[in-house]
Nanobody, 114 residues
Framework: VQLVESGGGLVQPGGSLRLSCATS????????MNWYRQSPGKAREWVAS????????SYADSVKGRFTISRDNAENTAYLQLNSLEVEDTAVYYC????????WGQGTQVAVSS
């Protein structure tokens, strides 16, 4: 099982980024995918989840209305669209999935600063 995040970077407040989570080694289309983030000195927090079909999504209150989770089962990839970014969104963003145990990617850094 491999999960590889990409798409992070430095962006100004109000900007946008699209994160990707490319996966391999498991049947992507039958598992829920999740995004988490961790800011310096803080615990890792859940950001968003998407069901295996993509028909159901859920978000943390702090990102609701600004972030959108999606997936492409043909490409075995999950996405997180980040809009209206705030300084408080600065963190390393991770994707994960539960297949008996939790599998995590290495993370991608998002920095929001003017």
């Amino acid at each position: 099982v491999q999960l590889v995040e990409s798409g992070g970077g430095l962006v100004q407040p109000g900007g946008s980024l699209r994160l990707s989570c490319a996966t391999s080694g498991f049947l992507f289309s039958i598992y829920t995918m999740n995004w988490y983030r961790q800011s310096p000195g803080k615990a890792r927090e859940w950001v968003a989840s998407i069901s295996n079909s993509g028909g159901s999504t859920s978000y943390a209150d702090s990102v609701k209305g600004r972030f959108t989770i999606s997936r492409d089962n043909a490409e075995n990839t999950a996405y997180l669209q980040l809009n209206s970014l705030e300084v408080e969104d600065t963190a390393v963003y991770y994707c994960n999935t539960l297949i008996g145990t939790y599998y995590w990617g290495q993370g991608t850094q998002v920095a929001v600063s003017s």
